[in-house]
């Protein structure tokens, strides 16, 4: 069992920078691949990216390429999300959720993950 918490949301111009961090406690995070996914206003939940355990595979989707960067410090258990060049239409909840397994493969589903954060709302404002 793991327990996630994320951490960092907040409001922000369109333009700026924000980074989420989501720590995980319960068993080492180097166990699990981690991902990250956003429900915006009205919308579905959507996978943004992921890494797998040792951080040597990362996946993003395309409307974040370029901008958001994902990368863990599995010393901290943590992962972060450093978002760059914000847009209004980036405003969300951002979750981040854990897989147990060492594989280097990551899911982009929802059903790929086994554990969800509480999420943090993340604002960018036009």
């Known amino acids: 069992q793991v327990q996630l918490v994320e951490s960092g949301g907040g409001l922000v111009q369109a333009g700026g920078s924000l980074r989420l961090s989501c720590t995980t406690s319960g068993r080492a995070s180097s166990d699990y691949v981690m991902g990250w996914f956003r429900q915006g206003p009205g919308k579905e939940r959507e996978f943004v990216g992921a890494?797998?355990?040792?951080?040597?595979?990362?996946y993003y989707v395309d409307f974040v390429k370029g901008r958001f960067i994902i990368s863990r410090d599995n010393a901290k258990n943590t992962v972060y999300l450093q978002m760059n060049s914000l847009k209004p239409e980036d405003t969300a909840v951002y979750y981040c959720?854990?897989?147990?397994?060492?594989?280097?493969?990551?899911?982009?589903?929802?059903?790929?993950?086994?554990?969800w954060g509480q999420g943090t709302q993340v604002t960018v404002s036009s």
């Open positions: 890494i797998n355990w040792s951080g040597d595979n990362i």
């Open positions: 959720a854990a897989r147990f397994g060492r594989s280097t493969l990551v899911p982009t589903t929802s059903s790929g993950y086994n554990y």
